[in-house]
């Protein structure tokens, strides 16, 4: 699985947008790139994920550049329960094999009032 | 509709014993995967259920077992606990659903099962 590199920490003022950036140069054409977010001891909850398009949700928006080698996570409009960590993770999902997620340090995003 | 449950979500054990810890999938989710989460670090790896088969495992000892029943619901057990098996026990369940020749496949987390072990 390609490796990514987020940023450990980030703000954001409520109403802004929060743009989390995601860093994944090695990625292989199949694997996907998924995005989850995990507030204070809760389980992870998934966001969103894509594969060369740029896609949207009632959640969040993902923009994956052309050469796919990095990919941002938008929020439009950040409130407060929007601090958690956020996780960038790439997989490619293969027949037969474990389908795990591996996950890296992620961000974790402070919305400030 | 009702996402992944876990149960209990908080368990006190002792050095030495042993603990199941209990998962429910998400309706028509015949995929069951078991995370653990130490403080401060993210999920990492235990073990991956398909159809009441292992699919994989991660890099854990054999103190660390589990099992898939026919209605997909899943139990976690260790054996002989140690302090360090303090942690947050999270279960996902999914549904892999093929894309060309490979598969995409969401994991949808539950609450976890916060354990710790004195």
């Known amino acids: 699985d390609a490796k990514t590199t987020q940023p450990p920490s980030m703000d954001c003022a409520e109403g802004r947008a929060a743009n989390l950036p995601c860093n994944h140069s090695?990625?292989?054409?199949?694997?996907?790139v998924y995005w989850y977010r995990q507030i204070h001891s809760q389980g992870p909850q998934y966001i969103i994920h894509?594969?060369?398009n740029n896609e949207t949700n009632e959640m969040a928006s993902l923009i994956i550049t052309e050469d796919r080698k990095s990919s941002t996570l938008i929020l439009p409009h950040a409130t407060l329960r929007d601090t958690a960590v956020y996780y960038c993770?790439?997989?490619?999902?293969?027949?037969?094999?474990?389908?795990?997620?591996?996950f890296g340090s992620g961000t974790q995003l402070t919305v400030l009032p | 509709d009702a996402g992944v449950t876990q149960s209990p979500t908080h368990l006190i054990k002792t050095r030495g014993q042993h603990v199941t810890l209990r998962c429910s999938p998400i309706s028509g989710h015949k995929s069951v995967s078991w995370y653990q989460q130490v403080l401060g670090q993210g999920p990492q790896f235990i073990f991956q259920?398909?159809?009441?088969?292992?699919?994989g495992r991660g890099n854990f000892p054999d103190r660390f077992s589990a099992r898939q029943f026919p209605n997909y619901s899943s139990e976690l057990n260790v054996n002989a606990l140690l302090l360090g098996d303090s942690a947050l026990y999270l279960c996902?369940?999914?549904?892999?659903?093929?894309?060309?020749?490979?598969?995409?496949?969401?994991?949808?987390f539950g609450p976890g099962t916060r354990l710790l072990v004195l």
């Open positions: 090695t990625i292989s054409g199949n694997e996907y």
């Open positions: 993770i790439v997989r490619l999902f293969s027949s037969g094999s474990a389908r795990q997620l591996t």
């Open positions: 259920y398909y159809e009441k088969e292992e699919r």
């Open positions: 996902a369940s999914s549904l892999a659903l093929k894309s060309g020749a490979a598969y995409q496949e969401t994991q949808y």
């Open positions: 894509g594969l060369k």
